[in-house]
Each structure stands twice: as structure tokens, then as C-alpha cells.
């Protein structure tokens, strides 16, 4: 058990809809990295956020975005979704910035848009 | 731009047997370079991460890794693996610079063990 957790565990919709990803990171870690996992684009960087502020893009689309709240759970918010946003959704967390420290993943959201 | 490259997708290997699981990346500055293994349903777990010194670098689950720097490769190595080392080994190397900063992974190798 990594510490990280994320909810839901599944999450099951249709295309256009709008969904939100909950992640937790471990105690005392600021920051907070979301990574899609799918079968075509293998394992990609979306967004870091470190004390609540955008630290970092990777490729995350513009239909995509996260916040990070007060209390440092974050959320990424995926809208209009498509067939292929269909992906397992990895939240990881870190004391501070990488790379020296250890990203620690969640269990992952696995999102199926049909 | 920074890239990883696992060039085997699958490696079979018999219980007991050694194992190699091969990595190039392809960065300008000095890399900072990681193996993560990820079991069926389970996030990702560091096995273990160079960012300077020893060349030779030992992990957990009896893993270690050998970064050469004129071969840009960072391959994996068990002497001897066990049924339960069957999972999915991912290559990741963290850059930097450009307004971004992330770990940049490579397709992935699933591992399979043969009794």
C-alpha cells in the first residue's frame, strides 16, 4: 500500500459526459501527479500540482484540467468525454519536486467511456 | 526531447532463470532514470532510480541496474526470478526544462514466467 488512494476505484459513462477523479495523496506530501495509462499511448505525464498551485503540463488535454484544494487532495476533471479517454487514471505523490523524491502512485481510477 | 525505449514488449524466462530487461532513453542533460513494476490491478512500485554515483544500482525484490551512459541504457537485472516477479516493468526517465518537468516512461515489458 502505496498511501496514495483514489476514487473511484471504476467509473463507467458515456461520451459527453463529465467526470471527476479524486486522488489523496500520502501524508505530507505537497505534490501530486495525474498519468493516463492506455493500451496505444502507454503511461503519459498529465499535470503536477505542488501546494495547490500548477506546477507542470505534460500532455494533458485542453478538455482535461485538476485542481489541487487546501487540504491537497486533488481532483482531475475530464468533460466531453470520448471513446478514447477510456484509461486507467495513476495519481502519484511526492514530498516535494521530483526527482529526488520518490513519486508514490495510487491505485489508479480505470475510466470506460461508452 | 526526451524519450524511453523498451525494445522487447514481452520476455518469457523459466523460474529460476536470470533475466535482462533492456532500457535506452534518450535525453540531453544527465538523466535521472527509474524501473517501475506494476502487478495485474496495482499501481506502480519504484524498484530503484540512478541520479549520479555508483553506476551499479541495487533495489528492492532483489533488482538491481546498470546505467551506461555511452550505451544510454539503464537495464534491468535479477539473477534468478520468481513466479511471482510476472508483471509489467516500466522504464522512466524525469526531465526537466521547458516550463514542464515529469517522468517520461517507456512502453512497458510484460514479463512472463514460465514454471
Known amino acids: 500500500d502505496s498511501g496514495v488512494t483514489q476514487t473511484p476505484k471504476h467509473l463507467i459513462t458515456a461520451t459527453g459526459q463529465r467526470v471527476t477523479l479524486r486522488c489523496s495523496p500520502r501524508?505530507?506530501?505537497?505534490?501530486v501527479y495525474w498519468y493516463q495509462q492506455s493500451l496505444d499511448q502507454g503511461l503519459q505525464f498529465l499535470i503536477q500540482?505542488?501546494?495547490?498551485?500548477?506546477?507542470a503540463k505534460g500532455n494533458i488535454l485542453e478538455r482535461f484540467s485538476a485542481q489541487q484544494f487546501p487540504d491537497l487532495h486533488s481532483e482531475l476533471n475530464l468533460s466531453s468525454l470520448e471513446l478514447g479517454d477510456s484509461a486507467l487514471y495513476f495519481c502519484?505523490?511526492?514530498?516535494?519536486?521530483?526527482?529526488?523524491?520518490?513519486?508514490?502512485f495510487g491505485p489508479g481510477t480505470r475510466l470506460t467511456v461508452l | 526531447a526526451q524519450s524511453v525505449t523498451q525494445p522487447d514488449i514481452h520476455i518469457t524466462v523459466s523460474e529460476g532463470a536470470s533475466l535482462e530487461l533492456r532500457c535506452n532513453y534518450s535525453?540531453?542533460?544527465?538523466?535521472?532514470l527509474f524501473w517501475y513494476v506494476q502487478s495485474p490491478g496495482q499501481g506502480l512500485q519504484l524498484l530503484l532510480k540512478?541520479?549520479?554515483?555508483?553506476?551499479l544500482v541495487q533495489g528492492i525484490k532483489g533488482f538491481e541496474a546498470e546505467f551506461k551512459r555511452s550505451q544510454s541504457s539503464f537495464n534491468l537485472r535479477k539473477p534468478s526470478v520468481h513466479w511471482s516477479d510476472a508483471a509489467e516493468y516500466f522504464c522512466?526517465?524525469?526531465?526537466?526544462?521547458?516550463?514542464?518537468?515529469?517522468?517520461?516512461f517507456g512502453k512497458g515489458t510484460h514479463l512472463i514466467i514460465q514454471p
Open positions: 502519484a505523490s511526492s514530498t516535494s519536486g521530483p526527482p529526488y523524491n520518490e513519486q508514490f
Open positions: 501524508s505530507g506530501d505537497l505534490s
Open positions: 500540482y505542488y501546494n495547490g498551485e500548477e506546477r
Open positions: 535525453y540531453g542533460a544527465t538523466p535521472y
Open positions: 540512478y541520479f549520479s554515483g555508483d553506476t
Open positions: 522512466a526517465v524525469w526531465y526537466s526544462g521547458g516550463g514542464a518537468d515529469g517522468l517520461t
